[in-house]
């Protein structure tokens, strides 16, 4: 296998994780940021799910 430099291009398939928090109830929230390539900008959707073995009360 032959390894490459980064180029630019290459940033469209990346996803940085930021802003973790662990709220009381079990729920892990953070912030997954990607780049949206034809709108030349950044999406930065806040994501939340249940802790493995906890269970949410609604």
Known sequence: MNKRSIVPEDLYGYQWISDPTISPDGTIAYVNK????????????????????????R
């Open 34 to 57: 990607s780049i949206d390539r034809p709108k030349n900008d950044y999406q930065t959707p806040s994501v939340s799910h249940p802790f493995l073995g906890t269970t949410i009360s």
